[in-house]
């Protein structure tokens, strides 16, 4: 199996720009997804492959990734961005699926 | 519109047995993997078990394997998730997802809205 690592909470000031980070070592050969997930919800799917938008997800969500770091990245970040973020990625086997631990977003 | 509509969900108490459900509508559900995600009160997500389209291929966390078993009945678009032996630290929010798989990706991109799970004394 295969760890993903976030930081567990990141701010951004309103209209700023913020980038969530995703790293672990599947990330070198898969591309990971992105989830936002709101309190008491289920998660939302934001983003798949290179950077592949879900439905109806706003073009200030974007995706990148450079070895074993994937990146989300809210450009012009709005009061209803505030939310937890996944990653998710398939592990060194293939058959597997793993979560990283999440980012607490706060918009201040 | 695709739905995904959990159920299932109760209290039981540690050995204890229960059988989730999740009822698929809006696309053709013999087509596509699903899965099943949890999330521990306070805590991420964590994926638990997929299941080809077809029935034939499923996978397991290592926390749950020997113990869970998911399995679809597609003339009824339903999927299933039996828990065995169930353990305090199962308690979750169990969250149905329809699993879809490229060749350097993998994405849930459709959920439930999750059935809770508590295994309590």
């Known amino acids: 199996s295969s760890d993903l690592t976030q930081d567990p909470a990141v701010s951004v000031a309103l209209g700023q720009t913020v980038r969530i980070t995703c790293q672990g070592d599947?990330?070198?050969?898969?591309?990971p997804s992105w989830y936002q997930q709101k309190p008491g919800q289920a998660p939302i799917f934001l983003i798949y492959?290179?950077?592949n938008r879900a439905s109806g997800v706003p073009d200030r969500f974007s995706a990148s990734s450079s070895g074993n770091t994937a990146s989300l990245t809210i450009t012009g970040a709005q009061a209803e961005d505030e939310a937890d973020y996944y990653c998710?990625?398939?592990?060194?086997?293939?058959?597997?699926?793993?979560f990283g631990g999440g980012t607490k977003l706060t918009v201040l | 519109e695709v739905q995904l509509l959990n159920s299932g969900g109760d209290l039981v108490q540690p050995g204890g047995s229960l059988t989730l459900s999740c009822a698929a509508s809006?696309?053709?559900?013999?087509?596509?993997?699903m899965a099943w995600v949890r999330q521990a009160p306070g805590k991420g997500l964590d994926w638990v078990s997929s299941i080809s389209a077809s029935g034939g291929s499923m996978y397991y966390s290592d926390s749950v394997k020997g113990r869970f078993t998911v399995s679809r009945d597609n003339s009824k678009s339903t999927l299933y998730l039996q828990m065995t032996s169930l353990r305090v630290d199962d308690t979750a929010v169990y969250f149905c997802a329809r699993d879809r798989h490229e060749t350097t990706s993998a994405y849930f991109d459709y959920w439930g809205q999750g059935s809770v799970v508590g295994v309590s004394s």
């Open positions: 599947s990330l070198r050969g898969y591309h």
């Open positions: 809006g696309f053709t559900f013999s087509s596509h993997a």
């Open positions: 998710n990625c398939r592990d060194s086997s293939g058959k597997h699926l793993v």
């Open positions: 492959g290179k950077n």
